[in-house]
């Protein structure tokens, strides 16, 4: 019979998993509040669980049918996400050096943080050509390299970026690793030769450079070094001197704190910097409105994964009112922000909440014909997935990551949590769908 020692959040959520019931549903079962068994589901294998309820615990695990100890031991040993173990990353991976480079010099520490991070590449990311050549441009001083790189004239530097942020959305990744492995050396002469209203825009544009170089590791799961990116965004950012650009960078910022664990931080940054672009802006165009949105929603996410509802429904409340002023669905200043846009993100909220029906329900109220960024609508299907398979609807679950195939290949062939979704359908499902669900796997290139 399955046993537990010493109950950890991780284990709680397996086994409420494998019982199939909501958070709601399990509290109520232990007597528990809900936002105990939330913080449990958001918290894993970092929280330990009261005397009271270790002996809860013990007691469902006890009258457990066998079916459900099977799931039970199934979800334990593949982590509180249900990852498989083949692409669970490495804790040291998270604390890599961050490869800051001081006096231009290549020194032994990067050499042995480009070995590491070549290692954490086929070990703990999503397996892309690109990665590594992108990891060495991020790490490496900007003059190592086959050859000395060479300024970009400015209008030349901002239709290569816009080019990165447009392919980015698009969902073609390994066309940005490419782009990105390409400009990022050419950062420190481009800047260089830039004198007066020049080099403020290259640090603007720079600013958003190292937002794509972010977004993108996070996309494939190198979540260390995203926060490297995250971190440079800001510095460009600053340099700038530009409300929207400093506003922009603690967009990637905070998604770079919420990815690493550090959701208190990630609210508290959104919410600081939304309100300072209110002060210093008054929100008189159509970027900072945007903006100012984009950053209120990535906080309420934030919030969402702290067990903060109050926080987190505060800050859907102004998104959107800020949607409202907008006033349409775009995509200023690469935010895709507006109503719609709102929409998606009360979806991703549910589901960090623990509430897979509620963000089933939402889902089903957004307007696809309104999604225009493949990226956008392939997070939403993504979403859908997981909540259809934390619901217990395995084909459904199967059924949505076919469509997000359809719409964006590279973000489920990328994706580590598409590869954890895969490994809990394959892990739950029976019969004909498990079998359905391993194909589907194998053909799209991911690991069950």
Same mark, same amino acid.
């Given at each position: 019979?399955?046993?537990?020692?010493?109950?950890?959040?991780?284990?709680?959520?397996?086994?409420?998993?494998?019982?199939?019931?909501?958070?709601?549903?399990?509290?109520?079962?232990?007597?528990?509040?809900?936002?105990?068994?939330?913080?449990?589901?958001?918290?894993?294998?970092?929280?330990?669980?009261?005397?009271?309820?270790?002996?809860?615990?013990?007691?469902?695990?006890?009258?457990?049918?066998?079916?459900?100890?099977?799931?039970?031991?199934?979800?334990?040993?593949?982590?509180?996400? @249900?990852?498989?173990?083949?692409?669970?990353?490495?804790?040291?991976?998270?604390?890599?050096?961050?490869?800051?480079?001081?006096?231009?010099?290549?020194?032994?520490?990067?050499?042995?943080?480009?070995?590491?991070?070549? @290692?954490?590449?086929?070990?703990?990311?999503?397996?892309?050509?690109?990665?590594?050549?992108?990891?060495?441009?991020?790490?490496?001083?900007?003059?190592?390299?086959?050859?000395?790189?060479?300024?970009?004239?400015?209008?030349?530097?901002?239709?290569?970026?816009?080019?990165?942020?447009?392919?980015?959305?698009?969902?073609?990744?390994? =066309?940005?690793?490419?782009?990105?492995? #390409?400009?990022?050396?050419?950062?420190?002469?481009?800047?260089?030769?830039?004198?007066?209203? =020049?080099?403020?825009?290259?640090?603007?544009?720079?600013?958003?450079?190292?937002?794509?170089?972010?977004?993108?590791?996070?996309?494939?799961?190198?979540?260390?070094?995203?926060?490297?990116?995250?971190?440079?965004?800001?510095?460009?950012?600053?340099?700038?001197?530009?409300?929207?650009?400093?506003?922009?960078?603690?967009?990637?910022?905070?998604?770079?704190?919420?990815?690493?664990?550090? #959701?208190?931080?990630?609210?508290?940054?959104?919410?600081?910097?939304?309100?300072?672009?209110?002060?210093?802006?008054?929100?008189?165009? #159509?970027?900072?409105?945007?903006?100012?949105?984009?950053?209120?929603?990535?906080?309420?996410?934030?919030?969402?994964?702290?067990?903060?509802?109050?926080?987190?429904?505060?800050?859907?409340?102004?998104?959107?009112?800020?949607?409202?002023?907008?006033?349409?669905?775009?995509?200023?200043?690469?935010?895709?922000?507006?109503? #719609?846009?709102?929409?998606?993100?009360?979806?991703?909220?549910?589901?960090?909440?623990?509430?897979?029906?509620?963000?089933?329900?939402?889902?089903?109220?957004?307007?696809?014909?309104?999604?225009?960024?493949?990226?956008?609508?392939?997070?939403?299907?993504?979403?859908?997935?997981?909540?259809?398979?934390?619901?217990?609807?395995?084909?459904?679950?199967?059924?949505?990551?076919?469509?997000?195939?359809?719409?964006?290949?590279?973000?489920?062939?990328?994706?580590?949590?598409?590869?954890?979704?895969?490994?809990?359908?394959?892990?739950?499902?029976?019969?004909?769908?498990?079998?359905?669900?391993?194909?589907?796997?194998?053909?799209?290139?991911?690991?069950?």
């Amino acid at each position: 019979m399955a046993t537990v020692t010493n109950w950890t959040g991780q284990d709680a959520n397996a086994l409420r998993r494998a019982l199939r019931m909501s958070v709601t549903g399990f509290a109520e079962h232990l007597g528990a509040a809900r936002r105990t068994v939330a913080k449990w589901s958001s918290q894993g294998e970092n929280i330990q669980l009261r005397a009271d309820m270790q002996a809860a615990l013990d007691t469902v695990l006890a009258r457990a049918a066998p079916d459900v100890l099977e799931r039970f031991e199934a979800l334990r040993g593949q982590g509180t996400s @249900g990852a498989l173990a083949a692409t669970t990353r490495p804790p040291a991976a998270l604390d890599a050096d961050t490869g800051r480079d001081n006096d231009g010099v290549e020194s032994d520490g990067d050499v042995q943080r480009r070995q590491f991070l070549q @290692g954490a590449t086929v070990g703990g990311m999503a397996a892309l050509p690109g990665v590594t050549p992108l990891l060495d441009a991020l790490v490496s001083a900007p003059t190592v390299g086959p050859a000395e790189p060479v300024a970009l004239p400015l209008r030349d530097f901002a239709r290569d970026v816009a080019t990165a942020k447009a392919a980015y959305q698009a969902c073609r990744y390994e =066309q940005v690793l490419g782009r990105l492995a #390409t400009l990022l050396p050419a950062l420190a002469p481009t800047r260089a030769e830039a004198e007066g209203d =020049q080099r403020t825009r290259i640090d603007a544009l720079t600013s958003d450079l190292y937002h794509v170089v972010g977004s993108v590791l996070l996309k494939v799961g190198d979540r260390g070094m995203a926060l490297v990116a995250a971190e440079r965004s800001a510095h460009a950012g600053a340099a700038s001197q530009d409300p929207v650009a400093i506003a922009t960078s603690a967009r990637i910022m905070t998604h770079a704190l919420m990815s690493n664990g550090h #959701t208190r931080q990630a609210r508290n940054l959104a919410e600081n910097a939304a309100g300072t672009l209110e002060r210093d802006t008054h929100l008189r165009s #159509t970027d900072q409105v945007a903006v100012y949105g984009a950053l209120l929603l990535r906080g309420a996410i934030a919030a969402a994964r702290s067990d903060d509802r109050d926080s987190a429904q505060a800050m859907i409340d102004e998104a959107t009112r800020a949607a409202a002023r907008l006033g349409y669905d775009g995509n200023d200043r690469w935010t895709g922000f507006g109503a #719609t846009n709102v929409q998606l993100h009360q979806v991703n909220i549910a589901l960090a909440l623990g509430d897979a029906g509620t963000a089933i329900a939402l889902a089903r109220q957004v307007p696809l014909d309104k999604i225009h960024l493949a990226e956008r609508k392939a997070s939403l299907f993504v979403d859908v997935a997981r909540a259809y398979t934390q619901w217990g609807r395995y084909e459904h679950g199967l059924n949505v990551l076919r469509i997000a195939y359809d719409v964006a290949p590279e973000e489920l062939r990328c994706r580590p949590a598409v590869q954890r979704i895969a490994g809990d359908l394959a892990a739950l499902s029976r019969g004909h769908v498990r079998t359905e669900v391993i194909e589907f796997a194998h053909r799209i290139g991911i690991p069950v």
